[in-house]
C-alpha cells in the first residue's frame, strides 16, 4: 500500500489526509504548530466545498454570519454590498474538522509538506514587505455585527470583522492599527477600544519548486495570499484537492513527471491570478510612497511569474471532482 506524510496543522494538512485516507491510502500526518488566524471569513461556496470534503453538511451552522459588506476604497463613497459569510477562528476551523491519523515507522512514499520547513532546494519569492497587525476590538453600542467593513488610507488599509454583538477582529495592514485609524472615514467610528494584537506578513509569496519526485508543498508551504482577497483558506483547501489528486494518478499509473509539472502549473496560475486581483486593489486604494512601493512588489511578481509560464502550453489534466482526468 502506497504510504503518504503529511507535514502540518492546517486546513491544507486536513484536506489532503482526509481525501487520500478515504482514497484507501495509508496516512499519517505529523501536526506542527504555528500561529493561527483569530477569524475567517468563509462565504458559500468555500463552505460548501469543505463540508463536501469533510462531509460535515451542518459544520458552522452556529457560526456568526456576515450579510453585508461596506467598503470605502479609495475615494470613493463608502459602497454597501450584499454578502454571505460566516465567521470563523482558524483553530476552531482545525479543530471541528480534525480526524485521527496515525504516524507510521516506515518511509513514505510521498510526502505533502503544508507547513514549514520545506526541502533545502526550495526557495521562497517574495513580493512585497506589507506586515498586518490582527487586533481584538470591543464594538461601539449599535454597531451592525452582520456587517464587515474594508477601508483603504494614506499608509495601508483596514478590515473589520465583528464576531459577535459586541467584539471583533481589526485586520490593519501597513501602519500600526492606531496610525491607520487615525485616517479612517469609516470604520474608525465602529469601534470603542483596541485590545491584544499579533503580527505577520501580508505580503504573497510562493516556494519553488512547488514540487518534485517524493514530494509536494501545499498550503501556506507553497502559497501565501495577501489577505486584501480573503480566499487564503479556499486556495489551501483547492490546493489539498489538487495535491491528492495528482498523487492517486500517478498511483493508478499517471505520467509522474506530466502530473508533477501540472500541479506547479496550476498553483502558478492561480497565484498570477491573485496578484492580477491584488495589483487592481493597490491601484486603486490611495497611492502615496506606501500604496507605489507595494504596487511595484506585484509589478515585479507578476512580470516573473509570466516568463517562467511562457512556453508552458495548454492544461493537460483538469479536476472532475477530487480527481484528475486527461484532456489533452
Request: one cysteine or more; charged letters at 25%.
Amino acid at each position: 500500500m502506497t504510504t503518504i506524510a503529511i507535514r502540518g496543522g492546517g486546513m491544507a494538512a486536513q484536506c489532503s489526509a482526509n481525501l487520500l485516507a478515504r482514497a484507501g491510502f495509508r496516512v499519517s500526518l505529523e501536526r506542527t504548530d504555528r500561529p493561527k488566524l483569530p477569524a475567517i471569513l468563509l462565504n458559500d461556496a468555500s463552505l460548501a466545498l469543505i463540508r463536501d470534503i469533510f462531509n460535515r453538511p451542518a459544520a458552522f451552522n452556529d457560526a456568526s454570519k456576515i450579510r453585508k459588506r461596506i467598503v470605502a476604497w479609495g475615494n470613493t463613497e463608502p459602497l454597501i454590498l450584499d454578502h454571505s459569510a460566516v465567521v470563523v477562528s482558524e483553530q476552531l476551523l482545525v479543530e471541528s474538522l480534525e480526524e485521527s491519523f496515525q504516524n507510521q515507522d516506515a518511509e513514505p512514499d510521498w510526502t505533502i509538506f503544508a507547513s514549514r520547513p520545506l526541502p533545502e532546494a526550495v526557495r521562497e519569492q517574495r513580493f512585497g514587505s506589507r506586515i498586518a497587525s490582527a487586533v481584538h476590538v470591543d464594538l461601539r453600542e449599535g454597531c451592525d455585527s452582520s456587517a464587515c467593513w474594508i477601508e483603504s488610507v494614506e499608509e495601508g488599509w483596514l478590515f473589520l470583522i465583528p464576531n459577535s454583538a459586541e467584539a471583533g477582529w481589526l485586520l490593519a495592514v501597513g501602519a500600526p492599527a492606531g496610525t491607520l485609524l487615525g485616517h479612517s472615514r469609516v470604520i474608525a467610528k465602529e469601534i470603542a477600544r483596541l485590545n491584544r494584537s499579533g503580527e505577520f506578513p501580508a505580503y504573497p509569496r510562493i516556494a519553488s519548486p512547488l514540487c518534485a519526485s517524493g514530494w509536494l508543498a501545499c498550503g501556506t508551504a507553497a502559497i501565501a495570499f495577501d489577505p486584501i482577497c480573503g480566499d487564503g483558506t479556499a486556495q489551501a483547501v483547492r490546493e489539498a484537492i489538487l495535491a491528492a489528486a495528482v498523487i492517486r494518478a500517478i498511483d493508478n499509473g499517471g505520467d509522474e513527471q506530466e502530473l508533477l509539472a501540472h500541479y506547479e502549473s496550476r498553483l502558478n496560475a492561480g497565484f498570477h491570478r491573485h496578484l492580477t486581483l491584488c495589483r487592481q486593489f493597490y491601484k486603486s486604494g490611495h497611492g502615496g510612497p506606501w500604496w507605489d512601493a507595494e504596487l511595484e512588489a506585484l509589478e515585479r511578481g507578476l512580470e516573473s511569474l509570466a516568463r517562467d509560464a511562457a512556453g508552458r502550453g495548454e492544461f493537460r489534466y483538469k479536476l472532475d471532482g477530487f480527481e484528475l482526468k486527461r484532456v489533452i
